[in-house]
């Protein structure tokens, strides 16, 4: 699991030094352009070892602490050196065991709707359909995943319950999930609006899509998010890195409501330079 990560020449620029939170949830911060973002695909690509992602990040040195071993990536123009020595493999590959660093890494937030929506047409439809088949997907898990999958359920269902005004979520045998308004009529899960529709895709996402003890990386999860989800959001990680037994999230935002009462966790990008 990651402990810290120190970037050196991000974008020729930010130096960094950045160690997660004891808690077990870090809040990133900063301006725009800072790096936020990147500093995510980095960690991505640095789990998978993607070294053609890793050579077109702008950066001179990145050292990521883990629990009981710490890896450095040097870059000189194209040629990419992993703890001294030269890593040739143009593609994707795992490093070797004992190089092998945050564990599983799941990119989460609000962000992926943009990102689909600016660089590919084919997968902003693959979001939609993702975002679509939550009913379905939970159905299946309901199906096959026993009592740990039973446990989650009722963990999802709780979280969202307290955030959906006159209309309460149902997990169903035959749907997967349902609604049920104040009139006591049934909604489907397109009946939702696209922000409660989002927010339930985002907590299923988080139970259900994301393998235990993972590092959880949040990007922007505000969007979409009313000020009150966004005040309860790190409360909800902290019983979801239970549930995901003892997954850690560091999260990315602009957001001071998400920030709360929680600012011993902030991490702020801007602070050493003034802004």
Request: proline share 3%; aromatic share 8%.
């Amino acid at each position: 699991m990651l402990k810290a990560i120190k970037i050196e020449g991000l974008f020729s620029r930010f130096d960094y030094d950045i160690e997660m939170k004891e808690e077990g949830i870090t809040i990133l911060t900063g301006p725009n352009g800072f790096g936020k973002s990147t500093i995510f695909s980095l960690i991505e690509a640095v789990a998978v070892a993607d070294a053609d992602a890793i050579r077109r990040t702008s950066f001179k040195k990145t050292v990521l602490f883990c629990e009981g071993k710490n890896v450095t990536i040097e870059k000189s123009g194209k040629q990419l050196f992993v703890d001294g020595e030269a890593f040739e493999d143009g593609g994707k590959r795992n490093l070797e065991a004992d190089k092998t660093l945050p564990g599983a890494v799941k990119s989460v937030g609000g962000r992926k709707l943009l990102d689909s929506a600016l660089n590919d047409w084919e997968k902003l439809k693959d979001y939609i359909e993702d975002v679509k088949s939550v009913p379905k997907r939970l159905k299946a898990r309901m199906e096959s995943g026993g009592q740990p999958a039973a446990d989650r359920t009722k963990l999802f269902i709780d979280l969202i319950k307290d955030k959906l005004n006159f209309k309460t979520p149902v997990a169903d045998a035959a749907e997967g999930l349902k609604f049920v308004d104040a009139d006591g009529v049934t909604l489907g899960f397109t009946e939702l609006s696209a922000g409660e529709a989002q927010l339930t895709a985002f907590y299923y996402e988080l139970l259900f899509e994301t393998p235990e003890k993972a590092l959880i990386l949040i990007d922007e999860p505000e969007i979409s998010m009313h000020i009150v989800w966004q005040m309860r959001l790190v409360d909800d990680l902290e019983r979801i890195c239970a549930a995901l037994n003892g997954a850690k999230a560091i999260v990315a935002t602009h957001s001071p409501q998400i920030l709360g009462g929680h600012r011993s966790l902030q991490v702020d990008l801007g602070e050493q330079y003034e802004c």
